[in-house]
T-cell receptor, first 112, second 115 residues
Framework: ELKVEQNPLFLSMQEGKNYTIYCNYSTTSDRLYWYRQDPGKSLESLFV?????AVKQEGRLMASLDTKARLSTLHITAAVHDLSATYFCAVDMTGSQGNLIFGKGTKLSVKP | NAGVMQNPRHLVRRRGQEARLRCSPM?????VYWYRQLPEEGLKFMVYLQKENIIDESGMPKERFSAEFPKEGPSILRIQQVVRGDSAAYFCASSPRRGADQPQHFGDGTRLSIL
């Protein structure tokens, strides 16, 4: 059974600081996705990572994928309050029908 | 180009009643996925459908839950004889095809509350 583990689950940061969220998964995967969810809202797609060594950046967020280590990271640079949200990684297991397995999420709070 | 549309946004039911949740995928998308989210948890896969076919229902409880995606109209997730434990946010997502190198697009969800 595929398991997806994120850490930390809760993260309180000060504005201007850097931090990394980790996403480990337990079996071979074709694709890894990062989503953002604001309270009471839907999930917004942030990144799609499709191959070993993939790195994508958007603004203050950068995501990477190491399929050999079964690890993805979401790095936050110089955090701002607007980044406060819950961040989920989700994995599409190789050979699956396409349904995603989600981590429990990392609740990020950026304080001034 | 409208996104994934779910309705209702909020649904309140008493124990024993039926709940019907609707999802219209994005235009051009023929694959629909239903997920359930409990408070402070990630999303859990329930069922994957294409038009008139259930492809994978491995995440669906065996009793009381059913899903369909008819040739015409939205996908429906139906919960019969609801219980308190069914209270959750139910999200629908769509994609143009399986294995696409683009993410599933999510609707705003239906928050189901059981009294």
């Amino acid at each position: 059974e595929l398991k997806v583990e994120q850490n930390p689950l809760f993260l309180s940061m000060q504005e201007g600081k850097n931090y990394t969220i980790y996403c480990n998964y337990s079996t071979t995967s074709d694709r890894l996705y990062w989503y953002r969810q604001d309270p009471g809202k839907s999930l917004e797609s942030l990144f799609v990572l499709l191959s070993n060594g993939a790195v994508k950046q958007e603004g203050r967020l950068m995501a990477s994928l190491d399929t050999k280590a079964r690890l993805s990271t979401l790095h936050i640079t110089a955090a701002v309050h607007d980044l406060s949200a819950t961040y989920f990684c989700a994995v599409d297991m190789t050979g699956s029908q396409g349904n995603l397995i989600f981590g429990k999420g990392t609740k990020l709070s950026v304080k001034p | 180009n409208a996104g994934v549309m779910q309705n209702p946004r909020h649904l309140v039911r008493r124990r024993g009643q039926e709940a019907r949740l609707r999802c219209s995928p994005m235009k051009g998308h023929s694959h629909v996925y239903w997920y359930r989210q409990l408070p402070e948890e990630g999303l859990k896969f329930m069922v994957y459908l294409q038009k008139e076919n259930i492809i994978d229902e491995s995440g669906m409880p065996k009793e009381r839950f059913s899903a369909e995606f008819p040739k015409e109209g939205p996908s429906i997730l139906r919960i019969q004889q609801v219980v308190r434990g069914d209270s959750a946010a139910y999200f629908c997502a769509s994609s143009p095809r399986r294995g696409a190198d683009q993410p599933q697009h999510f609707g705003d969800g239906t928050r189901l509350s059981i009294l």
